[in-house]
């Protein structure tokens, strides 16, 4: 059968062969066997929901023993056999172009070559889905290319509840990732809930079909890295000679040595796992691999006096590099951390004095155990992350929940006041206060037609659009453009597609708006030979409540609510997107976060123009409003500005309060 037979046969009747387990790729870590005898019995019954019951004798012992050695039941024996990788669009089966476009971000996100636990249906940050299992997968890619555009896909934590007639201006897609009942957020809620089959956990753009490799944290962390330059340095902001020291070389943390290139500093990131640190080597995501924490406080030296740009993985604990480091006197420059304490006891965090092996087993056969030596270990690296910043060291959260755990687990780690934290997470000193509060935000997209050569089109007409609009932008919003027209100047020579032609920046509604439109009038004009799909990251201005990452700057106490993102899915999904989707966890882990994003296909058509001002427009300006109305002062500006650039806007503002008034009244 051809690929476009495959796809429309869904299920397929027959029973493909089972598939031997495949040494070569990363899989996803064994789960934790939480299950009653009658649960167990209850994830089979629903697995098996999925297929005729004549298959049933063969399938239930084989979902049983999935459950047992993985602690989930993936279906591996439903895998498809073609390459998994976004296609050009018109290889798929569709009727609904906009439908097509969302096969093609679905299988980039499952691509190998993109994906972190490929065969588990994991994207990155080690349990962030696609699906649960293969035959949602088959089942939705059925729907997708049968579909009409006057019908809406609803995917229920990558279950496809099926078809429901809507209208050719509603979204093709409705997607929802993870979504509880606020008391069953907690880590063994999802353990358990994803074990039955019945949720799991979409990280951000992995259940929302829009991730595009880790440039995105490319630019990200660059931009990071470049502000916090500017923040330990009376000069000119120059990284040249610094030493930033991080770790985790997984799907988004390898990011992070590029990033650390592109910035010019001296990066290290320590990795436990040597198939990761080995992958990102090969790859040239980062320059050098060293083991031996010796020489590699020898290399730190040389290159910090020779002021080369370097970066080097360290294969080995993060908690060993800090304490050796604060033991040897090397000094850090910048210090974070990105392993994946979003989801500390299964897999996300090494703990220091363990080999990865014994950690791998220790997780499974004694959870507790394991807890307890996660725990000691965050106490250690925090404790030689105090001796650095003692120093003079800028140590910032990255958004894993590194303050949350070390906290939990009893770390010095808060400040006098035993409210804050003694470090800030980024977004607090600086995607917030310098990128968010202004509308900035990790804007994206997608080339389906698969050609470089459109990517290459885009971009130009992209820095075009941003040049433009910097010669006559506001001093506030200068330094961003001129970062970002930097990036995309540098992005064909920096390599960074990895999967489809994508392309991320960060601009203002503004901003977005412009270059969307100009990217429609080229589909228009068959300057680019497939549509592109728009899209964002759920880390933006508008589109998460997350009180310690993507809203820990915000201080009038709604930082622990989540109207914003649901404001933001249901505002997105009637002004034009072509899919929505809400999420609980994400980032900083389940129960602790709620974000949304969307897609929406520049397909060249005078409606497409118009959707796209209608939506980016409310997408941005809807957390600029909230922003300003916490008294953001950034936000004020910016919303203040906008209402006067577009009359249809009124927003309720903020009056403050004289802090005086309210000293001796309590
Ligand atoms: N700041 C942001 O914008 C942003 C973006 C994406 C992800 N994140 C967060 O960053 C974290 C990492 O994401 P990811 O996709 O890279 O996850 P990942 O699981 O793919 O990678 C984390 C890596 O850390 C390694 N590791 C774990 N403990 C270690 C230790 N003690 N010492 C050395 N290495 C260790 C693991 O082996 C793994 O390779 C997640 O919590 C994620 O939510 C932040």
């Known amino acids: ?30 789960r934790k066997d939480i299950l009653t005898l009658e649960e167990k019995k209850l994830a089979l019954r629903n697995a098996l929901r999925y297929f005729d019951a004549k298959h049933h004798s063969i399938l239930a012992p084989e979902f049983a023993r999935e459950l047992k050695d993985f602690g ?24 609904s172009l906009h439908a097509g476009a969302i096969m093609v971000m679905i299988q980039n996100n499952l691509d190998p070559a993109v994906a972190q636990h490929p065969n588990e249906l994991i994207t990155y940050g080690g349990n962030g889905a696609v699906f649960q299992n293969w035959a949602q997968y088959l089942l ?15 995917l229920y934590s990558g279950h496809p509840m099926g078809l429901f007639p809507s209208s050719k201006e509603a979204p093709r897609a409705v997607i929802t990732n993870g979504m509880m009942i606020p008391n069953y957020s907690s880590q063994d809620d999802w353990e358990k809930f994803n074990a039955l089959g019945v949720t799991q956990y979409g990280q951000m753009t992995a259940g929302s079909f829009m991730y595009i490799g880790p440039q995105g944290i490319v630019h990200g962390t660059t931009i990071t890295l470049l502000n916090a330059g500017r923040k330990i340095s009376s000069d000119d902001g120059s990284l040249a000679g610094k030493v930033f020291l991080t770790s985790g070389l997984g799907g988004m943390s390898g ?20 198939k990761a640190a080995t992958k990102r080597h090969e790859q040239a995501w980062v320059d050098e691999l060293i083991d031996d924490l010796e020489a590699l406080a020898k290399r730190v030296t040389q290159a910090r006096e020779r002021k080369e740009v370097v970066s080097i993985a360290f294969h080995g604990n993060i908690v060993d590099v800090w304490e050796y480091f604060a033991a040897h006197n090397i000094y850090i420059d910048l210090g974070s ?20 092996k014994d950690a791998n087993e220790m997780m499974v056969s004694d959870p507790e155990a394991f807890k307890k030596e996660v725990k000691k270990s965050l106490v250690r690296q925090t404790s030689a992350i105090n001796k650095h910043t003692a ?20 770390a010095d780690i808060m400040a006098g006041d035993g409210v804050l934290f003694r470090y800030p997470s980024y977004v607090q000193d600086i995607m917030g206060p310098i990128c968010f509060d202004f509308g900035f935000g990790p804007f994206r997209w997608v080339c389906t037609s698969g050609l470089p050569e459109d990517l290459a089109k885009t971009d130009k007409l992209a820095t075009s659009v941003l040049k433009d609009i910097m010669q006559n932008s506001p001093v506030e919003i200068q330094q961003q453009l001129a970062d970002n027209i930097r990036w995309i100047e540098g992005a064909q020579e920096n390599k960074l597609v990895v999967g489809s032609q994508a392309r991320i920046l960060y601009a203002d509604a503004e901003g977005r708006s412009k270059i969307a439109l100009a990217f429609n009038e080229a589909v228009r004009n068959g300057d680019l ?72 296909v520049l397909d060249g058509t005078v409606e497409a123009d118009h959707k796209l001002q209608n939506m980016l427009f409310y997408d941005v300006n809807n957390g600029l409003a909230r922003r300003s109305w916490a008294r953001n002062e950034g936000a004020e500006i910016s ?11 009124k927003i309720t503002m903020p009056n403050h309060t004289d802090n005086n008034l309210l000293d001796n009244l309590f």
């Open 255 to 274: 990011a992070q040595p590029k990033a650390g290139n592109i910035a010019g500093c001296i990066t290290i990131v320590a990795e436990v796992n040597i």
């Open 140 to 154: 939705t890619m059925q729907y997708l290319a049968s579909m009409t555009d006057e019908q809406t896909l609803h």
């Open 337 to 356: 951390d990105q392993t994946s304490l979003h989801n500390p006891w299964a897999g996300g965090y090494y703990p220091a004095g363990l080999s990865f």
């Open 1 to 30: 059968m051809s690929f476009k037979e495959v796809v429309l046969a869904g299920i397929p009747e027959q029973l493909p062969e089972p598939i031997p387990y495949d040494g070569q790729v990363s899989h996803a870590p064994k």
């Open 391 to 410: 120093r003079g060291t800028y140590f910032f959260d990255y958004g894993n929940a590194f303050l949350l755990e070390a906290s939990r687990a009893g």
């Open 639 to 649: 919303i203040e500005k906008e209402m006067v650039r577009s009359p249809g806007l």
């Open 529 to 600: 030979q497939g549509p592109v799909v728009l899209g964002r990251d759920h880390h933006d201005v508008s589109g998460t409540d997350s009180p310690f990452r993507e809203t820990s700057n915000i201080y009038d106490g709604s930082q622990f609510t989540a109207d914003m993102a649901i404001h933001n899915v249901i505002g997105d999904s009637f002004r034009g997107a072509s899919w929505v989707s809400i999420h609980n966890g994400g980032g900083v882990g389940w129960g602790e976060v709620i974000n949304g994003g969307f897609g929406l």
């Open 72 to 95: 989930r039941i993936y279906m591996h024996r439903f895998k498809p056999d073609y390459k998994m990788y976004a296609r050009p669009i018109n290889e798929y089966p569709f009727k």
